[in-house]
């Protein structure tokens, strides 16, 4: 069992630039959530996903789009970077059922300069 | 939207010495969790309360959710260096399970 991975571990980008950040878990979660963390600070919800094929918007959702093809995977989408998204980007899934406790993956470290 | 406050921030301990970090929400939560971040690591979940006045240990940790179901608390006794990271509070909000975290509070523990 991998748990949560997401790839890659690390990204620069040039402002105007795009691209996607994968997240993969094999644990059959329903639900799946992708967040930000700012230095020094908390974790914000960019998008989540209830199920495969639906999407919604977190509390941060500006600048990024997602897509939920297959149950087991959550794609997160810069279409045009900008160096306020430079961050750390965690994406976590968690069951429909039982504790709501929330599995998170390795995270990826994403500067735009 | 909901916002929930951690005090404090930072704290530095000496190891075997206590720690307490608070957890304040303006609005009555259903629940709340507790999740643990090491440096450079992903955040942990800990634990989840869910009634009012809930106690629940682990160790040598406490967790407490307030009668009024508007705060909750950490407490670790005896800290240790492996308890060094970031604690943060999360109380599940809306649909879907979503998580609000808390500002967290930064532990650090020196012999």
């Known amino acids: 069992n991998a748990g949560v991975t997401q790839t890659p571990k690390f990204r620069v980008l040039k402002t105007g630039q795009s691209m996607t950040l994968l997240c993969a878990q094999d644990m059959n979660h329903e639900y799946m959530y992708w967040y930000r963390q700012d230095p020094g600070m908390g974790l914000r919800l960019i998008h989540y996903?209830?199920?495969?094929?639906?999407?919604a918007k977190g509390e941060v959702p500006d600048g990024y789009n997602v897509s939920r093809l297959k149950k087991q995977n959550f794609l997160l989408g810069l279409e045009s970077a900008a160096p306020s998204q430079t961050s750390v980007y965690f994406c976590?899934?968690?069951?429909?059922?039982?504790?709501?406790?929330?599995?998170f993956g390795p995270g990826t470290r994403l500067t735009v300069t | 939207g909901q916002q929930v406050m951690q005090i404090p921030q930072y704290q530095h301990v000496q190891e075997g010495e206590d720690f307490t970090t608070y957890c304040n929400s303006s609005?009555?939560?259903?629940?709340i969790q507790w999740y643990k971040q090491r440096p450079g690591g992903h955040p942990v979940f800990l634990i989840q309360l869910v009634k009012s006045g809930e106690v629940k240990k682990q160790k040598r940790l406490t967790f407490q959710f307030g009668e009024a179901k508007k705060n909750s608390s950490l407490h670790i006794t005896a800290t240790q260096t492996t308890d060094v990271g970031t604690y943060f509070c999360?109380?599940?909000?809306?649909?879907?399970?979503?998580?609000?975290f808390g500002t967290g509070t930064r532990l650090q523990v020196t012999l």
């Open positions: 609005t009555t939560l259903s629940n």
């Open positions: 999360a109380p599940i909000t809306g649909t879907a399970s979503k998580l609000t």
């Open positions: 976590a899934s968690s069951t429909r059922a039982g504790s709501y406790e929330q599995y």
């Open positions: 996903s209830v199920g495969e094929g639906t999407t």
